[in-house]
């Protein structure tokens, strides 16, 4: 059993998804929530025994039909994948656990499609194959576009018809990238390629770069970095805010994907590519950042808001990947878990904000108060501390850390005043968010009697996800060597390569 | 050989990209689809274009590679199943924005201001 456990974070969504779409689940809603919350958490179990295992005894590949690598396609389950793996689980738990006090009864097929969704993130996350990375970006995706027209209205048409075409041509992209690797290299196996690359010579060199900055357009199509990020706002805000926050690991799916690639196979034993996408990672990440907080600070709504802080994290992410060194990789891996959960809750604490004022909704303006002033200012303010980066929570590790590890390199001399101004305007711009949302009236409390309380699973959820940040800190010890050990081995390529192409079971 | 299969795809893919800067769902709809067979001639000519090479059976130093064809096959179902799924979205965009741009409304250009004035 136990060296199957690889393949199941992947096999377990899908039996799942498939069960809730036949008959005693189908027909009634109770039967259909306690499968899908049950198999949720069976899903997350898991992970984390997976994640406990690969701690234990390093990287674990899976060759599926037991055709080893680089012939057959294998998963490769290291320290980085099983911790993202886990933390797809955990935020599906907690979008199921949500959608379940009501919001998956307002379009069709909410528990499928969140399975569906949760089997492709983790596929690719774990796969060790870029074909199969294809494959597994497709079918999270067609789940996606399903979930995004869930309980939708006109503006969501448009935001989802964008969002696919744009998706479509971002795949037609990815097949052409990988078409010219394969033609020069021979093979699509992540470990083997990391291999042949540094023995490309003459032409098949261009050739190679062509490909793989053809995948870096994707990438950040998916990641949506800068020039290419003009979709997320408008999606993120425009669709339900509980798949919203599910959402919010797959930016980071398009951030994995590049950490990957430009890491493993275009890394340092690259030869003649050796870091071949640092200088466009670099800049471009530094211009997402600034865009993402000018977006912050104009946003009208709440919802906005956090598509943009989205943004913010994302430009993040991918200046720590562009560093290429262990201590930034260990860092970005901190606060992408820390930003996924607190953005996921700020998503859900605009949604619980907009159905207890009524008519203003989420809107930045004055307009009636709260029904639950204590419960949501509280928990939005740990929020904002949390995205912000103030002390006592694990934002402000993670930015310590970052600045810990970006101060030896040249680049410090850029980044440290973006990220430190950025800082300040999320600051002033939240505070700004809150203040307006929840101390700004316009008429007395007695009015807002016909909204109802928020449902205890809701509360629940959100509580759950911002308790991981004070968590992160106070575990702060374990788990930051956790993070060092999977930046080590993420950069540990040669002997990647010698686990996955020696070591298939 | 190789120019024919190159200027093929060439094509095809300059007049998709066309299409999908018509910006209307029934041409984008068909620049996808002009757009993912290109990228289907281009996967299969990644195994190099050869003729009267054998299958890979037993042992034999010449033969075709088989792996192309079956990212080939991948990618066709795959492309099949999304450009299902677009067709109908732009069906139920259509219905509910009343129109098919995809931003929902024929934006203003130079030439309709002129018209106005």
């Known amino acids: 059993m136990i060296q199957h456990l690889a393949s199941l974070p992947i096999l377990l969504p899908m039996l799942t998804a498939v069960i809730l779409l036949l008959p005693p689940c189908g027909k009634s809603v109770k039967i259909r929530r306690l499968v899908s919350i049950v198999m949720a958490i069976a899903t997350f179990a898991i992970s984390v025994l997976l994640l406990v295992h690969i701690n234990n005894t390093g990287i674990n590949v899976y060759a599926i039909g037991n055709w080893s690598a680089p012939f057959g396609i294998v998963l490769v389950a290291d320290m980085l994948s099983t911790l993202l793996v886990t933390l797809t689980s955990l935020l599906g738990l907690g979008a199921i656990l949500y959608g379940s006090a009501g919001d998956d009864e307002k379009g069709s097929f909410y528990h499928p499609l969140v399975h569906f969704l949760i089997l492709g993130v983790n596929g690719a996350f774990l796969t060790g194959d870029l074909f199969n990375l294809f494959v597994f970006f497709e079918v999270l995706l067609i789940a996606s576009y399903a979930l995004l027209m869930h309980a939708g209205d006109k503006q969501n048409t448009r935001a989802a018809l964008q969002y696919v075409i744009l998706n479509l041509v971002g795949s037609s992209v990815f097949l052409i990238g990988l078409g010219i690797l394969y033609g020069v290299l021979g093979t699509l196996n992540i470990a083997d390629m990391a291999q042949k690359v540094s023995e490309l010579t003459g032409d098949d060199v261009y050739l190679a770069k062509a490909g793989g900055l053809l995948l870096l357009i994707v990438f950040a199509l998916k990641g949506a970095l800068l020039p290419l990020h003009l979709w997320l706002p408008n999606t993120y805000s425009s669709a339900k805010p509980v798949v919203a926050a599910l959402f919010a690991i797959m930016t980071k799916v398009g951030v994995y994907a590049m950490l990957r690639v430009y890491t493993v196979i275009f890394g340092e034993q690259a030869g003649a590519l050796e870091h071949m996408a640092q200088p466009w990672l670099w800049g471009l990440a530094i211009a997402t950042i600034i865009v993402g907080a000018i977006g912050v600070m104009a946003a009208q709504d709440l919802r906005k808001l956090t598509s943009n802080l989205v943004l913010v994290s994302v430009g993040t992410l991918v200046a720590l990947i562009a560093l290429q060194n262990v201590n930034a990789t260990a860092a970005l891996l901190y606060y992408l878990v820390h930003s996924t959960l607190v953005s996921a809750a700020l998503f859900l604490l605009a949604d619980l904000v907009s159905i207890q004022r009524g008519k203003v909704g989420d809107r930045l303006v004055a307009g009636r108060c709260v029904k639950q002033p204590f419960l949501l200012g509280v928990c939005f303010i740990v929020a904002a501390l949390t995205v912000v980066g103030m002390p006592p929570l694990s934002g402000f590790v993670g930015k310590i850390w970052i600045l810990k590890a970006t101060l030896n390199s040249e680049q410090a001399l850029l980044f440290w005043p973006v990220y430190l101004v950025t800082s300040f305007a999320l600051l002033v711009a939240l505070s700004r968010a809150g203040t307006t949302l929840f101390w700004e009236h316009k008429s007395k409390k007695s009015e807002n009697a016909d909204s109802a309380n928020a449902h205890p699973l809701q509360v629940t959820v959100i509580i759950g996800l911002l308790a991981c940040s004070p968590l992160l800190v106070i575990f702060g010890g374990p788990i930051s060597d956790y993070m060092l050990g999977a930046a080590t081995q993420l950069h540990d390529i040669s002997g990647g390569i010698n686990a996955v192409l020696k070591g298939g079971m | 050989m190789e120019l024919l299969y190159a200027s093929c795809v060439g094509v095809l893919v300059s007049?998709?990209?066309?299409?999908?800067?018509?910006?209307?769902?029934?041409?984008?709809?068909?620049?996808?689809?002009?757009?993912?067979?290109?990228?289907?001639?281009?996967?299969?000519?990644?195994?190099?274009?050869?003729?009267?090479?054998?299958?890979?059976?037993?042992?034999?130093?010449?033969?075709?590679?088989?792996?192309?064809?079956?990212?080939?096959?991948?990618?066709?179902?795959?492309?099949?199943?999304?450009?299902?799924?677009?067709?109908?979205?732009?069906?139920?965009?259509?219905?509910?924005?009343?129109?098919?741009?995809?931003?929902?409304?024929?934006?203003?250009?130079?030439?309709?201001?002129?018209?106005?004035?």
């Open chain 2, 15 to 117: 007049c998709g990209v066309f299409l999908l800067l018509r910006a209307r769902t029934f041409p984008v709809v068909l620049g996808l689809t002009m757009i993912s067979y290109a990228v289907n001639l281009f996967l299969f000519s990644a195994g190099r274009l050869t003729i009267n090479k054998a299958v890979v059976l037993g042992t034999g130093a010449d033969y075709a590679d088989p792996l192309p064809q079956a990212l080939v096959l991948t990618a066709i179902v795959i492309g099949f199943a999304m450009t299902a799924f677009v067709v109908i979205l732009a069906i139920r965009g259509r219905a509910d924005l009343g129109s098919d741009h995809v931003d929902g409304y024929v934006p203003n250009t130079s030439a309709d201001n002129k018209e106005q004035k």
